[in-house]
């Protein structure tokens, strides 16, 4: 049993731009990029559901490659550029993803739907015309427990086609 | 009983699959559920939990804990009242913290709060508890034998609750059988997961508590969190925010609420308290363990005569709301076909597991899995084909089920016709490549329940519509609650119908107990049908005042006024018309605010025999599911290729968010039917309360789903609707079990069915084979 206070963690300036914006800070070395986002500057678009890399509800994207912010240190995102679910949308207009899934029901309690869209959006960055199978595989990694997937698929290839119109 | 077509037509807005109101948020990430909510001052607060199954606290330090900086309080069994509470009066069995004895892995024993989450933690950890161990009493079998330890002094052997229902003369039903079998089920411990934890944010100012948190039924919350505490319900405000699901097990306080208000209440200062996912896990309330054993007969002919039906449901250490599971269990299974002898008797008894409660279902799931799978045994012994032993007993509208419940609507016939047309059924059935099989399962549900979830006069639903001065938008005050499911959207399409405006002159006002009027929740798939009375009451009595004043001011008979999408016209001369807005804003100005009140309670329903009331309700949904699965015989794994749902829920308000919920719930009971179970070491420790070991289906899991459904309409419901959220969560089970029997030839008798169990199955069967082929 711990009965002295422990020497006090050590901290960090941070540098990283998010959705376009830089922000500086000074954060604990164990501070993760989900709480540096969440709890520093209130991105709470970023969910926590687990904590350990298992739901997905964390994602966001790290110099474009969706990441589960759970799982990484702010420290590690020093430099880098984040984008969050509130960066996707550009001049009050919704990203295609987004509009998708507002279109087609794939938004149910909404708690995976920030990480569910940015896991598409970068599906879509590096794929434009994926197959069922290729979106299924995308979103492997976030779990939803409302819609049995069965819009958020239906959006995502929605998504993709209207990209291409 | 289905209205006219044309009638059907006429309607604006309802019927039409409008995005839902929330959408936008929540694709956004604006949307902030009670875990992402900011307030000045705030603490965070966190709650010490057993170590140990079943074990007896001899002391507690907190002294250490206390001295950290940073932490503002630390509070335990003697620092909150000694209230307890549950499901009734007679079963409130559950402290804020333990106070004497430690019930399962994850009892809450104390909490502190601190200036953050990381001095919280290890303030947690300096905290003192001396347990004497208690040998554990772990299987729900041998709990009621004598020489187990007593969980509850209340609860003699560990028996939390006792049914015995008898209708008709089950042994003579049986005795008359052509064909009787008996078989034996079970299901397992699965869980909610909702993606968002539990959480609750306090506020303790000037004597009112104001808690803002994820729930089901902010005002089943106000009415335990008041009594707990000893305040007047109108010094409790609960509300929510955005839910992130709830699936039953936001229905109940668990703790967050209790322990983050008396937190707040110690320090003065608001306090967050967020379940991390394992605290989600141990907390449970989900699905009841249950092992069934169903005795039924049947004629020559297939038709069921009787069963008797018997449980032993695993309700883990505490009453939870598994006193109503329990009964639930039991009085569903009569529903969906018709027969009129059944006897039923059950035990839930207390386990040092986590407690059991209400998950999508409710107690009826597993004993449909049982019937479903039997009733295919049965077809088979008999020669008959699965789909047709089904409609030989499929209920008919304008029934009565042996336990009393009134059937009014039922399209049940057509839903399974239809499913079998659509499946290709008779294509299939038999005819399917080695490996490959098709199945049925059948299922129906309660629109909410018939009876309050506490003793109370109050009606079930409430809802006030306020017109702006201006008339040109209607606020909806409703106390029903959206988790997800749509309910603001499809209530709101409620109310612009019944006012004759748009759906987008709706704003919504909900989930409040201080400023909304009072209404019982998300559960028991109830606020389509209830919360949606009140809403169209709300609407017309606005309409009637509107119109009133309309047909003065266009000099014309009430009685000729119509209105639609803002348009108030006389009936039969659309020249003579005024827009909505004129008239609301000169009633404003001549005779004050434009309110509609409506209000909603079930007429009396049900029997007068014990536990008569659970399972009654205004309508019942019925469906068929029809699931189509690919096996491999090396491997165990099984695959779900297909399923065809068939529901019929009434008329339908928004198809889109329809057809979402029977999506959602299937893939809920394909979890539970093939990998979703809660395990547990020899000391009661659970091995897998995590989303990496407790596996839920992903978008790799996924099969083909047809969601469709038959007409119907409901004389009790508002324009005809019925439940849909729940209900389709009962024949998935069922349906998968019978396609694997048809792909493999194996019954398999206990949930999950995952490719062990299915392996292990596969090679039995084979050496059963190899030995026979040696006799020969
Ligand atoms: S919170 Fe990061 S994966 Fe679950
Ligand atoms: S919409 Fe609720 S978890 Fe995906």
């Known amino acids: 049993m711990v009965t002295e206070a422990k020497p006090k963690t050590k901290r960090q300036i941070v540098t990283l731009t998010i959705n376009g914006d830089e922000h500086v800070s000074l954060v604990k070395v164990n501070t993760t990029l989900l709480d540096l986002l969440r709890e520093e500057f209130d991105y709470t678009g970023t969910k926590k559901g687990c904590e350990l890399g298992d739901c997905g509800a964390c994602t966001v994207l790290l110099d474009g490659e969706p990441v589960n912010s759970c799982l990484i240190l702010a420290v590690e995102a020093d430099g880098r550029s984040v984008t969050t679910i509130e960066g996707l949308e550009k001049n009050g207009k919704l990203d295609v993803v987004q509009e998708a899934f507002v279109n087609h029901g794939a938004i149910q309690c909404g708690y995976c739907s920030p990480g569910m869209i940015l896991s598409s959006r970068a599906l879509l960055n590096r794929n434009p015309s994926p197959t069922e199978r290729e979106v299924r595989d995308a979103i492997a990694g976030n779990l939803c427990r409302c819609t049995g997937y069965v819009k958020i698929v239906e959006a995502v290839l929605a998504a993709s086609a209207e990209s291409k119109a | ?776």
């Not at chain 2, 509850?152 to 229902?165: A, C, D, F, L, T």
């Open chain 2, 1 to 776: 009983m289905s209205e006219p077509a044309a009638k059907k037509e006429q309607y604006s807005v309802i019927g039409k699959s409008v995005p839902k109101v929330d959408a936008y948020d929540k694709a956004t990430g604006r949307a902030r559920y009670t875990g992402d909510l900011k307030v000045p001052n705030a603490l965070v607060g966190k709650i010490l939990r057993s170590p140990h199954a079943h074990a007896r606290i001899i002391s507690i330090d907190t002294s250490k804990a206390e001295q950290l900086p940073g932490v503002k309080a630390v509070i335990t069994a003697k620092d909150v009242p000694s209230v307890m509470y549950g499901i009734s009066p007679a079963r409130y069995d559950e402290n804020i913290f333990a106070v004497e004895k430690v019930l399962y892995v994850g009892d809450k024993v104390a909490a502190v709060a601190a200036v953050d989450e990381e001095t919280a933690v290890k303030a947690l950890n300096l905290i003192d508890v001396e347990y004497e161990v208690l040998p554990p009493v772990l299987d729900p079998f041998r709990a009621m034998d004598p020489d187990q330890p007593q969980l509850h002094e209340q609860y003699p052997r560990n028996i939390s609750v006792e049914i015995h229902q008898n209708f008709g003369d089950v042994d003579k039903a049986l005795a008359d059988a052509y064909h009787v079998r008996t078989d034996t089920f079970s299901g397992t411990r699965a869980a909610h997961v909702p993606m968002e934890p539990h959480a609750a944010l306090s506020k303790w100012e000037g004597g009112k508590l104001t808690i803002t948190c994820s729930t089901q039924s902010p005002h089943y919350f106000q009415y335990h969190i008041a009594r707990v505490f000893g305040l007047k319900m109108g010094d409790v405000r609960v509300l929510k925010s955005y839910v992130g699901g709830g699936f039953g097990g936001k229905l109940e306080p668990s703790g967050a609420e209790y322990v983050s208000a008396a937190l707040a209440m110690k320090t003065g200062r608001p306090v967050k308290l967020v379940f991390d996912r394992w605290e989600v896990f141990v907390h449970h309330r989900g699905r009841h363990p249950q092992h069934i054993t169903l005795t039924t007969g049947v004629t020559k002919e297939g038709k069921l005569l009787g069963c008797h039906a018997r449980f032993i449901i695993d309700g883990g250490a505490y009453t939870s709301l598994g006193i109503a599971s329990a009964y639930y269990a039991g009085a569903m299974l009569p529903l969906i076909y018709m027969f009129d002898h059944y006897r039923f008797d059950g035990f839930r008894v207390h386990t040092n597991l986590p407690s059991c409660g209400a998950q999508r279902g409710h107690g009826a799931p597993q004993p449909r899995f049982a019937f479903e799978s039997q009733l295919d045994m049965i077809a088979k012994d008999l020669g008959m084909d699965s789909i047709d032993i089904r409609l030989v007993n499929a209920r008919k509208p304008d029934t009565m089920t042996p336990n009393e419940f009134k059937v009014n609507s039922c399209a049940f016939t057509e839903a399974i016709q239809k499913a079998r047309r659509i499946s290709g059924w008779d294509e299939k059935k038999g005819k399917l490549a080695s490996g490959k099989g098709i199945g049925i399962g059948c299922g129906g549900f309660i629109s909410g329940n018939g009876y309050p979830i506490y003793r109370t006069r109050l009606p079930h639903a409430g809802a006030v519509i306020k017109v702006s001065e201006q008339g040109d938008i209607a606020t909806l005050y409703t106390g029903a609650v959206d988790i997800g499911q749509g309910s603001d959207t499809v209530l709101a399409q409620m109310a612009a119908e019944a006012m004759g405006i748009d759906f987008e002159d709706i704003k919504l006002v909900t989930a409040d107990t201080e400023t909304t009027p009072h209404d019982f929740g998300a559960y028991a798939s109830r606020q389509t049908l209830m919360s949606g009375w009140a809403v169209k009451e709300a609407g017309e009595e606005v309409r009637r005042q509107v119109l009133e004043l309309a047909a003065e001011m266009l000099e014309a008979n009430v009685e000729d006024m119509n209105v639609d999408r803002r348009v108030i016209y006389v009936k039969g001369s659309p020249e003579k018309s005024i827009p909505f807005e004129r008239v609301a804003n000169e009633f404003f100005i001549t005779r004050g605010p434009l309110v509609g009140r409506g209000k909603y309670a079930p007429p009396k329903l049900g029997g007068s025999f014990k536990g008569a009331p659970v399972g009654t309700s205004p309508a019942y949904s019925f469906a068929a599911q029809i699931s189509q699965v690919e096996t491999d015989e090396e491997t165990g794994q099984v695959m779900v290729t297909d399923v065809w749902d068939v529901h019929d829920c009434g008329q339908v308000i928004n198809p889109t968010l329809l057809h979402a919920q029977v999506e959602g719930a299937l893939f809920m009971g394909m979890g539970e039917a093939m990998y979703e179970a809660m395990v547990f070491d020899a000391n009661g420790k659970p091995l897998n309360a995590n989303l990496g070991d407790y596996r839920i289906p992903t978008a790799l899991d996924v099969p083909q789903v047809v969601s469709d459904l038959v007409d119907s309409y409901e004389p009790a419901g508002p324009w005809g609707v019925k439940e849909v959220g729940e209900g389709a969560t009962l024949p998935t089970m069922g349906s998968y079990a019978n396609a694997i029997y048809d792909a493999i030839g194996i019954r398999i008798y206990d949930m999950p069915l995952t490719p062990e169990k299915v392996w292990r199955a596969i090679e039995q069967r084979k050496r059963q084979e190899r030995e026979a082929a040696e006799k020969k």
